[in-house]
């Protein structure tokens, strides 16, 4: 059975989204990943959407709020942006916790194409450093 992955961030739009796009297109069969926010924005961010395709993973996600997960248990759960890691919900994941703190790419400024450059530095941060978390359990 997989082993249960949470990535948490502020809005679910950007960043908790791409880290559950990436580990479940390629750190199958061994993690499981859900991506949630403590206060949705609503929406999957195009730009998040782009620069994963870009790397060959198509991502259907929707932005979800963390309590719609209040009953599911978590093997780990990665905070991914600083706001998320001070407001995590006690209740959640009964399993390890880990933060990583990158960048919130909705907020980079810019041309489109230096926004999707901030987009791109992200999601190669996220493919560095959560295989790396995820190895040490």
């Known amino acids: ?52 395709n870009e790397i060959g ?19 780990l759960v990665v905070t991914v942006c600083d706001d998320a890691a001070e407001n995590c919900p006690v209740w959640l994941g009964k399993g390890a916790r880990a933060h990583l703190g990158f960048l919130d790419p909705a907020k980079a400024n810019g041309t489109e194409e230096e926004r999707l450059a901030v987009f791109r530095s992200v999601r190669d941060a996220i493919m560095t450093q959560v295989p790396e978390v995820l190895g040490q359990m």
């Not at 991502?59 to 248990?73: F, L, N, P, T």
Request: aromatic share 8%; with cysteine.
């Open 1 to 52: 059975m997989a082993a249960k992955v949470l990535f948490l961030c502020t809005g679910n739009s950007c960043r908790s989204q791409m880290a559950e796009a990436i580990v479940n297109a390629r750190q199958s069969p061994d993690w499981r990943a859900f991506s949630a926010g403590t206060e949705p924005a609503g929406f999957v961010h195009p730009m998040a959407l782009q620069v994963l």
């Open 57 to 75: 993973i198509s991502h259907q996600g929707v932005s979800k709020s963390a309590e719609q997960y209040r009953e599911m248990d978590f093997d």
